[in-house]
């Protein structure tokens, strides 16, 4: 067999909602391996919907942290079977999804630091977690310590102020908080807490990995601006807290080499570096070279919409995180529940397929006939709503719509709220505007038409969907030259440039300019009658 010519690279990782992935990419930038193991599917053991489990509140969202940790060692012995060369490996990062906390037991780091190169992760990690199911970005159960976090710093403005958002009920800060009050004992007996992408990274370490500020900023701890944790928020969540989160770092920042774990077991070299592991947005941001004046729509478990920012502007709604490829710069960004809301509507009213649910896009019109549709089974984020709520073309609210109709409405519902919410944070579509989508929906065609639509601007795909992934493996280059000054732009210079996919159809500016302001108009109208009158 011919000999294989030996490939320098990078690894990208994702420990996104439902998978793991990883991808390789070679000096030239190319994507040349691509793999994923997949929770639900791969991994039924766990019972996992979507990832995760929600509990009978239909609050508390959580995942097996062994889960995660099997999943890695499934994704490599892949890798290893297929005859992946980690000898090439020059770095690796990745990316988490965001504001989920993993809880080290004490006695734990030893354990790390002396794996034996020849028992699987998962059977010398099971014993190392002091919570085995970990609170998640779905999980809506901190109301109360979002109040307490909100009154400590002065209210809410203060806090977006110092920390770049409001209290989210998702934020790491308190989820600790009530982990701390429903389980002190566990608490006690923590001797570190790591986000998803922290502990992803401590597992490649073979060491506890410092958080970086930009996935740090998820978190209602992070003063954003000053890069140190906000002593007053520690104070408010959980005592003996900075010690357990270890000192945040910059995201280029090399956080040590590989763990001789993977040296022995998989071949990597021993000087593989590991560059710190951030959230699977920011690595977005880094995978997709978005420039000022884009537009990045993520399409996955969560949609996120996220812009580049030189300055923070923090304000009641949506989040400011710190730039996770440039220290002096910001990046915003607003989430909404994605595609388990669109899996569902696919299954009621299109049989379960996605070529079916793509016709409906095809075979109804820009406008849906003034039919408008919100969609939220679960609470909704941006903004907190709930519930099905459809309305006929006068404002009337009907109980159904016909299936193609439905179809339709779900998906310009969904991205008519990305749009006058990313307004409301100041955006607006400029003549040079190109939006970058990524994410599994962003696989679908008809979808990315009605996005070019609703916004009015042209939609570009990069090669692949990973772009967290993609990303990953980027920083991880950038990492390398670190010490040089080499700015991200010019790592990435190389690599190639998104695909133009859809175009607006002309007339949709018309169409819409009138369907957004209904569609804002109803969205008061539901939340005024959901909240009740103002305090
Ligand atoms: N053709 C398609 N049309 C719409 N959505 C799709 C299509 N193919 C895949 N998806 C969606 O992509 C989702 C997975 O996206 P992905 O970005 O990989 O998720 P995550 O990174 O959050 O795990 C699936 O849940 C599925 O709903
Ligand atoms: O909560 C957020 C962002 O604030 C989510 O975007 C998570 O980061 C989950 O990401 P995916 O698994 O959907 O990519």
Redesign the pocket.
Known sequence: MAERAARHCCLGW?F????VKVVAVDAELSVFYEDSVHFDRDLVEFGTQGGVHVHKDGLTVTSPVLMWVQALDIILEKMKASGFDFSQVLALSGAGQQHGSVYWKTGASQVLTSLSPDLPLREQLQACFSISNCPVWMDSSTAAQCRQLEAAVGGAQALSRLTGSRAYERFTGNQIAKIYQQNPEAYSHTERISLVSSFAASVFLGSYSPVDYSDGSGMNLLQIQDKVWSQACLGACAPRLEEKLGRPVPSCSIVGAISSYFVQRYGFPPECKVVAFTGDNPASLAGMRLEEGDIAVSL???DTLFLWLQEPTPALEGHIFCNPVDPQHYMALLCFNG?LM??KIRDESASGS?SKFSKALQSTEMGNGGNLGFYFDVMEITPEIIGRHRFSAENHEVSAFPQDVEIRALIEGQFMAKKIHAEALGYRVMPKTKILAT???S??RD?LQVLADVFGAPVYVIDT?NSACVGSAYRAFHGLAAGTDMPFAEIVKLAPNPRLVATPTPGASQVYEALLQRYAMLEQRILSQTRGPPE
């Open positions: 994702d996104s909602t439902q998978q996955g478990t969560s595609s669109r899996e996605w994410g599994g929906a696989h679908n979808l969907a």
